[in-house]
């Protein structure tokens, strides 16, 4: 095992000699370096870092200059089993006073697997732990404490007396400095760290040792191209399987050039962050409202830019039943996974449908928390964009905050889009289906959206097919399609006179100039 793997493992209750060496990475030296220089003034320490960030190999580092003892997991389960009732609170309490009887300094680890229990909800002991934390620390006298934990908050007995550290996130140098400890200086020479890093700025030390392991056990000349490849297969967690996922490209959506051209530049582009995006410090829109009738590709739009992004996509949609019982902590998951996976990007289908069920705006109120943490630097990567068929339906403190960044309009399309739908719908048919009058057709299909064409496509074969199945008298086979189409715009008018009756007015999809009515 390499010097670099041991620092990052997560082997608790690890001891070692005085005079073993570690190396660590540059953010990991960093974090060492500070708390090194705190030790001689003062005796309570908290050490925070995000898991796979070498917390341990830092107390095993600090640890070997010091001497003392580093208390884990393992410890703290031999206390507790050791007490018959196995009560948590003393098990520590007892873990703690046993090694400072014996030591003038004591680091425990991964104080967080101890407070995710004793914080839980249904913990019927509750802040009992900050009682025995508060009675270890006033008997510590000129003795020192060490406590290491993730992102979560330390209990207050900690927060309020301790000299607290952090390990940054990695910079590209530290990618490198891991992954030549893997590879070797050969095998790595190939991959340009810089780029890995824009590629995925938040990995850890377990994801990229991971990454270098099984790229070399395959024995592939590894450049940055298979590098990314391999994060974005196993590393970028989506909660969106892209292979059962429709594929669509750009190619698919017609008549939205302005649309694709605004989510390349606002969106692709400070995502991949090339080499002149990383020097104008591009940043991706974190706000994106998509509006627009239904029928004219938004959720298109959606499955188009999950192919685009791969693991970088996240999605909301009215599987997530706002109100019920773990909408919100189901939310707060994809969120926190979007931000470890960042830049990426969160789709919420159907803003305005979901609001309908969100009787008390309980989650509109939570969406706006969410939006604005991702002011922070940790989130800062990380794209909400929501689709609406009806802008009007949305909280006003949503759209008018400031919160959504970029707006953009799905439209009907235009004669020249519906002739491309077409083409692209009949040139797969046989004859003499694909030899239909298509400008007649693109004619016969104004004020319809991309969906009523495609279905009037599928109706139109199917008259076709049955008026040969009947031995009828042969019929233009551009009336059916000319048939299809009208029955649909039959029921859109339909529909839209139902709509007007109930509200009294037209109905109105989209916002701003341009915005399409209906009735």
């Known amino acids: 095992m390499s010097s670099l793997e041991t620092a990052c493992s997560l082997d608790a209750g690890y001891q070692v000699g005085k005079n073993f060496e570690f190396r660590l990475t540059t953010a990991q030296q960093k974090a060492a370096d500070e708390l090194l220089a705190a030790l001689p003034v003062g005796n309570i320490f908290l050490l925070r870092g995000k898991a796979g960030m070498g917390r341990t190999g830092i107390l095993r580092r600090v640890h070997s200059i010091w001497g003392g003892v580093l208390l884990g997991a393992g410890a703290f389960i031999d206390s507790l089993l050791d007490r018959k009732t196995g009560d948590i609170e003393e098990a520590l309490f007892r873990l703690l006073n046993a090694a400072l009887d014996e030591n003038e300094l004591v680091f425990l680890d991964d104080l967080h697997l101890i407070t995710r229990v004793t914080d839980a909800c249904d913990y019927p002991r509750t802040n009992l732990l900050n009682v025995v934390l508060t009675a270890v620390l006033e008997r510590l006298g000129d003795k020192k404490l060490v406590f290491a934990i993730d992102q979560s908050n330390a209990p207050s007995s900690i927060r309020r007396r301790a000299f607290s550290y952090d390990i940054k996130n990695f910079t590209a140098e530290d990618y490198e400095q891991i992954c030549r400890a893997h590879l070797g200086e050969s095998a790595s020479r190939g991959i340009e760290f810089a780029k890995v890093h824009r590629f995925a700025p938040a990995l850890n030390c377990r994801q990229l040792a991971n990454a270098c392991l099984r790229l070399h056990s395959e024995a592939l000349i590894i450049d940055t191209e298979v590098f990314v490849d391999y994060l974005r297969s196993h590393n970028m967690i989506s909660n969106v399987q892209i292979e059962e996922v429709r594929p669509v490209s750009w190619n698919d959506l017609k008549g939205m050039d302005d649309v694709i051209r605004a989510l390349e530049?606002?969106?692709a582009l400070p995502f991949e962050s090339g080499e002149r995006a990383a020097e104008l410090?591009?940043?991706a829109k974190r706000g994106v409202l998509l509006a627009g009738p239904p029928g004219t590709g938004k959720t298109t739009i959606g499955?188009?830019?999950?192919?685009?992004?791969?693991g970088k996509f996240f999605l909301i949609d009215g599987t997530a039943i706002a109100g019920s019982q773990d909408f919100y902590s189901q939310?707060?998951?994809?969120?926190?996974?979007a931000k470890q996976n960042a830049p990426s990007v969160i789709f919420i289908d159907d803003t305005d449908v979901i609001f309908e069920g969100d009787g008390d705006r309980g989650f509109y109120r939570y969406l706006l928390t969410l939006l604005d943490g991702l002011e922070s630097a940790s989130a800062e990567r990380v794209c909400v964009m929501m689709t609406a068929m009806d802008?009007?339906?949305l909280p006003q403190a949503l759209v008018r905050s400031g919160r959504i960044e970029l707006w953009l309009e799905t439209r009907l399309p235009d004669i020249e889009a519906r002739t491309e739908i077409l083409r692209d719908q009949l040139a797969a048919l046989p004859p003499p289906l694909n030899m239909l009058n298509i400008a007649?057709?693109?004619?016969?299909?104004?004020?319809?959206?991309?969906?009523?064409?495609?279905?009037?496509i599928e109706d139109g074969?199917?008259?076709f097919a049955y008026h040969e199945?009947?031995?009828?008298?042969?019929?233009?086979?551009?009336?059916?399609?000319?048939?299809?189409?009208?029955?649909?715009?039959k029921k859109r008018q339909s529909y839209g006179k139902s709509k007007h009756a109930q509200s009294g007015e037209a109905v109105r999809y989209g916002f701003g100039p341009g915005s399409v009515w209906a009735g």
């Open 303 to 310: 499955r188009a830019l999950a192919h685009r992004l791969k």
């Open 265 to 267: 530049a606002k969106i």
């Open 391 to 393: 802008v009007n339906q």
């Open 440 to 456: 007649e057709l693109a004619r016969a299909s104004r004020g319809m959206t991309g969906a009523d064409i495609k279905s009037a």
């Open 281 to 283: 410090g591009l940043k």
């Open 331 to 337: 939310i707060e998951s994809i969120f926190e996974a």
């Open 461 to 463: 074969k199917l008259l």
């Open 469 to 489: 199945a009947q031995g009828k008298p042969a019929r233009p086979v551009q009336d059916h399609f000319l048939e299809a189409l009208t029955t649909i715009r």
